[in-house]
């Protein structure tokens, strides 16, 4: 009976394994490095990388180990290594290459190309994917920011005040054919999300949007005055690090205001916005004014009034993006929302 019972619990002990075996397999995703070492004496001990993904791939020796993790000549090619490996997906990961098998041998890695957040100078990618394929990353050249003949740009948006969904936030542009939803964003922290792209060094400039989803029709709608051909633009004559803007607006998102109790209900619909919102202000007493700002701060409307009302606030002749709505009561409380026009 007692070998009976130990027999089962290995039997249930086998299950769990395989359940989670499967779970992991399930969510792995082939990625595969690749370092160009032109120019470069490279290391007689061999090309490595280092980084926070070795142990999940199954290497020995724990996580940022210089030395486990060999990467292998491309045929054909002297200068290109490689290495493919098999780890989790829809996880942020950081790496550096290594030229031999000591730490003090890994590269300096460009700011342009760095997390950069608390002086973190590790590359970084985001595994967006599930696909079957493997996801073979660009052939960046060692201690640079860019593949050789190519420049790069770190696209960084604020989608401050806006639901992301599920499917997160995408970029698309003429550097990647213009797909909403092959190109997803990655958030260290905050509503600040990021991408690094590449674009040959024949390429001038290059034209972008945002998107808050990974479909067309969640787009933003680029203000006119930083529009070409109602997308965003950027020069790509260097390895470009762009300024944080705010999501369909052309500027940076203001600091997020830190709002007293307002004595009352501030509620705004729709929003977003095509031609007018309406603005309730409920539950309120006494005297209270109201103000529409641009992303800049610059007052575009304003209004005032006693007690609960129903505005309606007509965009007239304001461009697309967006605004925030202050309200200020009798006593000096107040309130703020933002409201996108489309």
């Known amino acids: ?26 969510m792995a995703k082939k990625v595969k490095f690749v370092v160009d070492m032109s120019g470069l004496v490279k290391s007689s001990f061999g090309i490595h990388i280092t980084g926070d ?47 031999g098998v000591q730490f003090y041998e890994v590269e ?18 985001y595994i967006d994917s599930l696909d079957a394929d493997t996801m073979v990353l660009a052939p960046l050249m060692f201690s640079k920011n860019a593949p050789i003949g190519q420049h790069c740009a770190r696209f960084l948006v604020d989608v401050q005040g806006l639901t992301v969904p ?16 092959t190109t997803r964003m990655y958030s260290f922290g905050g509503t600040v999300y990021e991408y690094i792209g590449y674009a040959d060094t024949t390429v001038t400039a290059i034209q972008y949007k945002y998107i808050n989803g990974n479909v067309w029709g969640v787009d933003e709608l680029v203000p006119g005055a930083c529009a070409t051909n109602n997308n965003r633009s950027t020069p790509m004559l260097v390895d470009t690090l762009l300024p944080a803007v705010c999501f369909a607006s052309c500027v940076a998102c203001p600091p997020v205001a830190i709002d007293l109790p307002f004595a ?15 603005i309730r202000l409920s539950d309120l007493d006494g005297d209270w004014s109201l103000r529409i700002l641009d992303a800049q701060g610059r007052v575009v409307q304003q209004y005032s009034g006693a007690g609960a009302q129903t505005l309606r606030i007509a965009r007239e002749g304001l461009q697309a993006g967006l605004y925030f709505v202050e309200t200020v009561s009798a006593d000096n409380t107040r309130a703020t929302q933002k409201l996108i026009f489309l």
């Open 264 to 278: 009352g209900q501030l509620s705004i619909y729709p929003n977003p916005a095509a031609d007018a919102a309406t």
């Open 53 to 99: 993904f070795q142990t999940l791939a199954g290497y020995a020796g724990g996580d940022w180990n210089s030395a486990s993790t060999e990467m292998f000549q491309e045929p054909g090619d002297t200068n290109i290594y490689s290495l493919v490996v098999d780890i989790p997906a829809m996880t942020k990961y950081e790496y550096k290459f290594v030229n």
């Open 166 to 181: 599920t499917t997160g936030v995408h970029i698309a542009g003429s550097f990647q054919n213009w797909d909403p939803a």
């Open 1 to 26: 009976m007692k070998n009976f019972l130990r027999t089962l619990s290995r039997l249930g002990m086998l299950t769990v394994l395989l359940l989670t075996l499967s779970v992991g397999t399930a």
């Open 108 to 125: 300096f890695v460009p700011i342009v190309s760095r997390v950069g957040y608390n002086f973190n100078d590790n590359r970084w990618i």
